[in-house]
């Protein structure tokens, strides 16, 4: 799972969790207040109803008491019904005519209405100090109940507005934070792989002073360091190389100087020169090499470019290794096409692409098979390709087959073994060309081997 979504994940059940919390302390708050504010409102009716009844009663007006209870019933709908009761226990007026001049009794609260669920409540009548009777009144429970799910109601829609507008805030806040925390690694991220390609100049720009930004300079100084090592490592390579580069010369010289008199030499002598001179050359070769790639590393390989035609340098490169091909019963196939435009580059750097890759061709090329050295022009590009069938290379050491020592650890071990510089020298002549070096395996028409493929300008830019 994602950084970020983690973090928006969290941050969301976070806030749902508090939302909720808040919203559920919030409205039973609210519910109790309502409910109170019910009750305190019917007792206000009752004081209100009381005043007109005590004010009809001090007149001795019966008509009146009626009429006031007829309006206190029309003017507060939650009223199911009023009964007046004097000391006696008679009914002397009922909102219910049907109750009228009765004697009150006490299974009669509540049930005045059937049907109904009634709250009851009884008050002493007061005049002055003097007792004269009671005052009852039934509230209706549905009307009520009404009331306050109405109010509910509103709260609970106003709690839930609420709710979704700072859920939605929080989640915009959320976002930007994974976002501000997201995008820095991000970058660090991009950084280390980066480096990891070795691109070891890749530094961060440092914003801030929090721990991101920490991790950031740090990051840049590992680099930094890691860029020096590896200048000075490119040092120590060159220099070794250039001083062993001299006594070799020197060996080869001589060992050539005294192969060109056999016959001052003994049988067993003969023959132990001849070995020194092979692994001389194989020892010079590697050096070679080292150089080469030490200087592509530091931008300093020489190129030497002049106008040349291919063809015959593709030959020349076919004709060398006719023979060692033969002793492997490999047949070379010639596919260069005719015609080919001139090339403006370095032709022996060329060269030397052309036979490593053919030299690899025919190292892993299985006896009695074919490899192909194929040239042609390809838009505005002069391609060069070389096609054998050998076990090839899985796609996942393509990519890396072009990097300095790199070599792929396959089963068969009997084929000899090489420094794994040949691809890496091969792909900076190619590009300092302005040319590109990849490899296609299997090949598009085979099921196994390997082609590899470059391709070189034909009007390079600048020229
Ligand atoms: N034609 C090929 N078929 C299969 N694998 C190949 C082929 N060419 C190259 N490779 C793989 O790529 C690796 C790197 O090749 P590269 O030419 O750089 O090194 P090398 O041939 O091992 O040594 P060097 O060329 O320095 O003597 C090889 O070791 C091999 O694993
Ligand atoms: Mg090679």
Redesign the pocket.
């Known amino acids: 799972m994602k950084l970020r979504f983690k973090i928006l994940l969290f941050a969301s059940s976070l806030l749902l969790a508090v939302i909720v919390l808040v919203s559920v302390f919030i409205y039973w708050g609210e519910r109790r207040f309502i409910i109170q504010n019910a009750y305190q409102e019917q007792e206000t009716i009752e004081q209100g109803v009381m005043q007109l009844v005590r004010e009809s009663m001090l007149l001795r007006d019966d008509l009146l008491l009626l009429k006031y209870i007829r309006f206190s019933l029309e003017r507060y709908p939650g009223i199911v019904y009023i009964a007046i009761i004097d000391k006696e226990k008679n009914i002397i007026a009922h909102s219910d005519p049907d109750y009228w001049k009765k004697k009150y009794e006490p299974k009669m609260s509540g049930l005045w209405k059937k049907g109904q669920q009634v709250r009851v409540v009884r008050q002493p009548i007061y005049l002055g100090n003097v007792l004269r009777g009671e005052q009852e009144i039934g509230f209706s429970l549905a009307y009520l109940g009404q009331q306050i799910n109405r109010q509910l109601m509103q709260i609970f829609r106003r709690i839930v507005l609420a709710a979704l507008i700072a859920f939605g805030l929080g989640l915009a806040g959320a976002f930007f934070l994974a976002n501000q925390i997201v995008r820095p690694i991000m970058k660090l991220a991009g950084a280390a792989e980066l480096i990891g390609q070795g691109k070891l100049d890749t530094r961060i720009s440092v914003v801030g002073k929090d721990e991101l930004a920490f991790l950031s300079k740090e990051f840049n100084r590992m680099a930094e360091q890691l860029n020096e090592l590896e200048k000075m490592k490119e040092d120590f390579v060159s220099s070794v190389t250039h001083e062993l580069r001299s006594p070799l010369g020197a060996i080869e010289t001589y060992l050539n100087l005294m192969l060109e008199r056999p016959e001052e030499l003994s049988e067993h002598g003969y023959e132990y020169l001849i070995r020194l001179k092979n692994n001389t050359a194989r020892l010079a070769n590697f050096i070679n ?1 080292l150089l080469d790639v030490s200087r592509i590393e530091r931008g300093g390989l020489v190129i030497r470019r002049n106008y040349f035609a291919i063809t015959p340098m593709l030959e020349d490169v076919l004709r060398f290794f006719r023979v060692p091909a033969e002793k492997k019963g490999i047949q070379l196939i010639s596919q260069i096409a005719p015609d080919l435009p001139q090339i403006y580059g370095d032709v022996e750097r060329l060269r030397q692409v052309v036979v ?1 890759l053919i030299s ?2 025919l ?2 090329s299985p006896e009695s098979s074919v490899i192909i050295l194929g040239a042609g022009t390809s838009g505005e590009n002069l391609l060069v390709w070389v096609k ?1 069938s ?4 899985p796609p996942e050491h393509q990519g890396k ?1 072009f990097d300095k020592f ?3 650890v ?1 089963p068969d071990t009997s084929i000899q ?8 020298i091969a792909r900076g002549i190619v590009e300092s060309h302005g040319g590109k070096i990849w490899i296609e395996s299997p090949p598009k028409d085979q099921t196994t081997g ?1 082609c ?1 493929y470059f391709s070189l300008p034909l009007n390079p830019a600048g020229i």
Request: charged letters at 15%; glycine letters at 24%; zero cysteines.
């Open positions: 090499d490593n690899n061709a190292k892993f054998d050998g076990p090839g290379v087959i790199y070599q792929v396959g073994k090489g420094t794994g510089l040949g691809l890496a390997s590899f």
